[in-house]
């Protein structure tokens, strides 16, 4: 049986863990590895050996790397974390998250999630430009993408800001504990630079994208579109359009 963990030394390690785990969602190349190995170090510091198993997962660092490309590393560390943190024991992690094939044969997987059906018209519109992309569904509020993603398991989701019943923000707070894959924030309200989009990138957000206009962007796919498909790529750790085709 898994001895408990000592509640004081556990509420010390979960801050600093969650904010290692969320700075690495959005890592670059230079400090990818040291937070990978700072993430290892606390690990194995405070005997939690779920986690320094999900850390041997982590493949090499890919060439060229991406901006996001481990993203999904980051979800699951943070989200074994949340288990640890809710069972005051270390649990084995779950055996339903390996590693993720970052361009499977049929192509990353997304979800499109805004409250405006003319906006994921054509933010699919965007993606069928790239062949590495399919879209699997759609998901007008933040409730209803939470339910897509745990039926999905989408490779990436393109995810809005201001939508009714549960907010993008609220949405990334859940996926940052369960959810799959990487996420990109598309949205007028956080643009980049905005306080609303350090917190989406804190949440683990690969990244954040603002819209050319409010809700309603018919120039979408001529002022954002590839905007849109190169953080896409990142977030998926795929290489930049035109290379490893």
């Known amino acids: 049986m898994t001895e ?3 509640p004081e030394l556990l509420a010390a390690f979960l801050p600093e863990w969650e904010a290692a785990a969320a700075a690495l969602a959005g890592a670059g190349a230079t400090a990818a590895p040291r937070l990978l190995d700072q993430l290892r170090g606390m690990a194995g510091a405070f005997g939690l050996r779920s986690l320094s198993e999900i850390l041997a997962t982590a493949e090499p660092l890919p060439e060229p790397f991406a901006p996001g490309a481990l993203a999904g590393l980051a979800a699951r560390l943070r989200a ?19 590693p993720r094939d970052a361009s499977p ?15 994921r ?3 699919r519109e965007s993606l069928a430009a790239d062949p590495a ?8 509020n933040g409730h209803a993408a939470l339910e897509r993603m745990a039926a999905l398991r989408p490779d990436l989701t393109l995810l809005d800001i201001e939508m009714p019943e549960l907010d993008g923000i609220g949405a990334l707070r859940a996926w940052s504990l369960t959810g ?8 007028s309200a ?3 630079g905005t306080a609303l989009a350090a917190e989406a990138r804190r949440l683990g957000a690969a990244a954040v994208v603002g819209k050319p206009s409010g809700a309603f962007s018919p120039d979408l796919r001529d002022r954002q579109g590839d905007a849109i498909l190169r953080a896409a790529r990142h977030a998926a750790g795929l290489p930049p359009a035109g290379e490893g085709r």
């Open 80 to 98: 074994q974390a949340a288990r640890i943190a809710e069972a005051g024991a270390d649990l084995p992690p779950p055996e339903e998250a390996p």
């Open 180 to 187: 799959p894959g990487a996420v990109v924030v598309v949205s």
């Open 105 to 119: 044969p049929e192509g990353c997987r997304v979800l499109l999630v805004d409250d405006s059906a003319m906006m």
């Open 121 to 123: 018209r054509l933010l």
């Open 4 to 6: 408990p963990l000592d």
């Open 190 to 192: 956080a643009r980049p």
């Open 133 to 140: 992309f399919v879209v699997v569904g759609e998901a007008a």
